[in-house]
C-alpha cells in the first residue's frame, strides 16, 4: 500500500528556515505531480507549491523567492526549503502526490499525515 510519511516540521523564529521532506513508500509504479499544501487554523488549505515529474515548479505568490519545492525520483521523496519565515508561515504543512499503484490501472492522490510548522515572531 503507498503511503507519504512527513518530516522536518519544528519550532522557529521569525527570518530562520526550516526543510521538509515526504518520502513516498510501496508498491509505486509512477509518480507525477508532487505538492505541498498548509493548512492554518481557521483557514482553507492551500497550495503551496507544485512540482511535476518533468521538474517545473510552480508556487503560491505568498511563498515566492522564499520557499523552493524539489524532489529526488530516485527516493521518491520531495522537499520543500522554507527560508526567511514569517509567522503567517504557521500551519500544518501536507504533502500531496499523484501516484499509481503498482497494482492499480489508476493515478490515485495520495497525502501525508501532515507535520506542524510553527514560526514566532
Known amino acids: 500500500q503507498v503511503q507519504l510519511v512527513e518530516s522536518g516540521g519544528g519550532l522557529v523564529q521569525a527570518g530562520g528556515s526550516l526543510r521538509l521532506s515526504c518520502a513516498a513508500s510501496g508498491r509505486i509504479f509512477g509518480i507525477n505531480a508532487m505538492r505541498w499544501y498548509r493548512q492554518a487554523p481557521g483557514k482553507q488549505r492551500e497550495l503551496v507549491a507544485t512540482?511535476?515529474?518533468?521538474?517545473?515548479?510552480d508556487y503560491a505568490d505568498s511563498v515566492k523567492g522564499r520557499f523552493t519545492i524539489s524532489r529526488d525520483n530516485a527516493k521518491n521523496t520531495v522537499y520543500l526549503q522554507m527560508n526567511s519565515l514569517k509567522p503567517e508561515d504557521t500551519a500544518v504543512y501536507y504533502c500531496?502526490?499523484?501516484?499509481?499503484?503498482?497494482?492499480?490501472?489508476?493515478?490515485?492522490?495520495?497525502w501525508g499525515q501532515g507535520t506542524q510548522v510553527t514560526v514566532s515572531s
Open positions: 500531496a502526490a499523484s501516484i499509481r499503484d503498482s497494482g492499480r490501472l489508476t493515478w490515485d492522490k495520495y
Open positions: 512540482v511535476t515529474s518533468a521538474g517545473t515548479t
